[in-house]
């Protein structure tokens, strides 16, 4: 069993930056893929951005240009550096990722970009 824990949440100004961390607690070298999704108010989970084993990566949309994701498999870790924070992208973020296995997800951390 993995467990994901994400940390780097916190309160930031329009136009500030955060980076997003995803510890897991054994190996994501078998995990073919990790994504960071987020949920605000009365809103369905999104996807936000995902990474393959491989390091292809997926962005939605609205993220485009303006979020970065990447892994450390020696780290067991997932990032996501968050630049040009909006209003709109005020959610909690998890971290999830996909075994043949399963699928993994952590408790989630609160975003929320305010001036």
């Known amino acids: 069993q993995v467990q994901l824990v994400e940390s780097g949440g916190g309160l930031v100004q329009p136009g500030g930056s955060l980076r997003l961390s995803c510890a897991a607690s054994?190996?994501?070298?078998?995990?073919?893929?990790m994504g960071w999704y987020r949920q605000a108010p009365g809103k369905q989970r999104e996807l936000v951005a995902g990474?393959?084993?491989?390091?292809?990566?997926n962005y939605a949309d609205s993220v485009k240009g303006r979020f970065t994701i990447s892994r450390d498999n020696a780290k067991n870790t997932v990032y996501l550096q968050m630049n040009s924070l909006k209003p709109e992208d005020t959610a909690v973020y998890y971290c999830?990722?996909?075994?043949?296995?399963?699928?993994?997800w952590g408790q989630g951390t609160q975003v929320t970009v305010s001036s």
């Open positions: 990474i393959t084993s491989g390091g292809i990566t």
């Open positions: 999830n990722g996909r075994k043949i296995s399963g699928d993994y």
């Open positions: 054994g190996s994501i070298a078998s995990m073919y893929y």
